[in-house]
């Protein structure tokens, strides 16, 4: 079955410069979300959307931007890059339902940022 | 605040010898809670989403539980293959059928032969 796909895997930058990670997401997901992992810490959530509106927003430094493309692709813009932005991070996508009940979030491999 | 507490933080087993791995969580309004595997350096691998307390869901030598308060991770005879990140995360209701996760700190499983 087709995954969540992320480029690059691992990226090295140095301080100040930009960065831009993207996501693809299941076919016929429709919503992708955003985190950020960093060494022995556990995900925490940047921002999310759905039908490529912003649907949540998180913790995410007012450096960063995203978006959600017309074939549901998400972009992750990282500009002014800081040492303490050295992290994992994941896109997750799912399939969102008019329930009450969540839907399960399915997990890219990540991107591996390095700031110098 | 929504919360989602892990224990033990690590767990040393004999391939073979069953144990649990806890989540504790406190959320206004539970939506679903869900446990991923997750490799070093990888992604988190969905395991199972349970929605109600009394759920219980099986896959191979794991089975999920979930109480009002916390959730369990029963681990039947492991095996080395086993070992990894158990990370337990929750979906608060927000009024919306979209939202964040809030993962704990996770369970680092480690069996031996």
């Known amino acids: 079955a087709a995954g969540v796909i992320q480029s690059p895997r691992h990226l090295i930058k140095e301080k100040r410069e930009t960065a831009t990670l993207k996501c693809y997401p299941i076919p016929r997901h429709d919503t992708v979300y955003w985190y950020q992992q960093g060494p022995g810490q556990d995900p925490q959530f940047l921002i999310s959307f759905y039908e490529k509106m912003q649907s949540d927003k998180g913790s995410i430094p007012d450096r960063f931007s995203a978006q959600q493309f017309s074939d549901y692709h998400s972009e992750l813009n990282m500009s002014s890059l800081e040492l303490g932005d050295s992290a994992l991070y994941f896109c997750?996508?799912?399939?969102?339902?008019?329930?009450?009940?969540?839907?399960?979030?399915?997990f890219g491999p990540g991107t591996r940022l390095l700031v110098l | 605040e929504d919360q989602v507490t892990q224990s033990p933080e690590a767990l040393r087993l004999q391939e073979g010898e069953s144990s649990s791995l806890n989540c504790s969580y406190t959320v206004s309004g539970l939506r679903g809670l869900f446990w991923y595997r997750q490799d070093p350096g990888k992604g988190p691998e969905f395991l199972f989403t349970?929605?109600?307390a009394g759920e219980e869901k099986e896959k191979e030598r794991l089975k999920a539980t979930l109480t009002k308060k916390e959730s369990f991770l029963h681990i039947t005879a492991p095996k080395p293959e086993d070992s990894a990140t158990y990370l337990c995360?929750?979906?608060?209701?927000?009024?919306?059928?979209?939202?964040?996760?809030?993962f704990g700190r996770g369970t680092q499983l480690t069996v031996w032969p």
């Open positions: 349970l929605y109600s």
């Open positions: 997750a996508s799912s399939f969102s339902t008019s329930g009450s009940t969540g839907e399960t979030q399915y």
């Open positions: 995360a929750v979906q608060a209701d927000r009024g919306s059928t979209l939202g964040r996760l809030y």
